[in-house]
């Protein structure tokens, strides 16, 4: 039955955001600038912690890698989100659905691992500072980074088989992507078995390394605490505003949408939160890394000063 219902759903329609013309217009335009700004802005912080060696820490490594991973989910909804716009039909073919919502949850998945994996080097940064670079070796850094990369296509890979299995009675999206609650929504049959899996899935992605930040942060509270001078806690503390302002945006957006029964909220609801986490968290991560960190703003200073002299 399922082959059967699944062989005419060769492509879906997305509902968008809007049908009306002059909004769609307006929102190709804001849409377009915050892509630009995102896809530049993660771009320049990777072409940054490459050329000044000065940012050659476990710190900046997992900020290249949180960067490469915004561009790779950006560019798996965004670019088609803008074409559609300018669409009067909205259509996008059933593999390369399946190829959308594979790529986009993957890089989300990695991404809460690698939150995660940055809370620890932090953790180790602030607790056991001596130790810091022996513990924080470029072995364990790569073998952190690929281990956040196997689990987040592992879970979407198990994810995405589950749900395309299933039989499709409709082959119209209310969404602007193809989203896993927004697909699964269009199954004719009992879906209680994605529920649970749905559910298994947000607990090991999201609330596993959400835990690992809590206990992290608060054994770096603790160890802020006992530093005796007032500068010495603002520098401390200091080091991990950026990430922790980061985290608080993914985490809190992931849990709303994620961690909520599949009937918990509105399909509405579910399309700005995936908005604001598909275009406005990307955007926004290499603007709160670079605007409250004097290491960036110093790299990019020399850099620009390095092409201004070879000129």
């Avoid at 804001?30 to 320049?44: P, S």
């Avoid at 500068?231 to 909520?260: E, N, P, W």
């Amino acid at each position: 039955m399922g082959r059967e219902n699944q062989t005419w759903v060769s492509e879906f329609i997305l509902l968008g955001l809007s049908s009306d013309w002059e909004t769609q217009v307006s929102l190709f335009v804001l849409f377009l600038a915050m892509y630009l700004v995102t896809v530049l802005g993660n771009f320049l912080i990777i072409l940054l912690i490459r050329l000044d060696s000065r940012l050659h820490t476990p710190m900046y490594f997992f900020l290249s890698v949180l960067s490469f991973v915004d561009i790779c989910y950006t560019n798996s909804t965004v670019p088609q989100m803008l074409l559609h716009f300018l669409s009067a039909r909205k259509s996008i073919p059933f593999h390369s659905c399946v190829f959308q919502l594979y790529v986009s949850l993957a890089m989300g998945s990695t991404e809460f691992f690698l939150l995660g994996a940055m809370a620890y080097d932090r953790y180790v940064a602030v607790c056991h500072p001596l130790h810091y670079t022996a513990i924080m070796h470029g072995g364990l850094c790569l073998g952190l980074a690929a281990g956040c990369l196997v689990a987040g296509l592992s879970n979407s890979l198990m994810q995405a088989i589950i749900i395309f299995q299933l039989p499709l009675c409709r082959n119209v999206i209310n969404h602007f992507a193809c989203e896993m609650l927004a697909v699964l929504r269009l199954a004719c049959v009992d879906i209680s078995f994605n529920k649970v899996m749905v559910a298994i899935s947000g607990f090991l992605v999201i609330m596993l390394p959400c835990f690992l930040v809590l206990f992290s942060y608060a054994r770096i509270v603790a160890a802020i605490l006992h530093i005796r001078s007032a500068q010495g806690r603002r520098k401390a503390f200091g080091t991990c505003t950026s990430h922790l302002t980061v985290v608080s945006m993914c985490f809190g957006t992931a849990i709303f949408t994620y961690m909520r029964p599949v009937g918990g909220s509105t399909a509405e609801q579910e399309k700005m939160v995936a908005l604001f986490y598909a275009v406005v968290t990307p955007m926004l991560n290499p603007l709160i890394y670079s605007l409250r960190n004097k290491d960036v703003i110093g790299a990019l200073g020399r850099v620009v000063g390095k092409s201004s002299e070879k000129r």
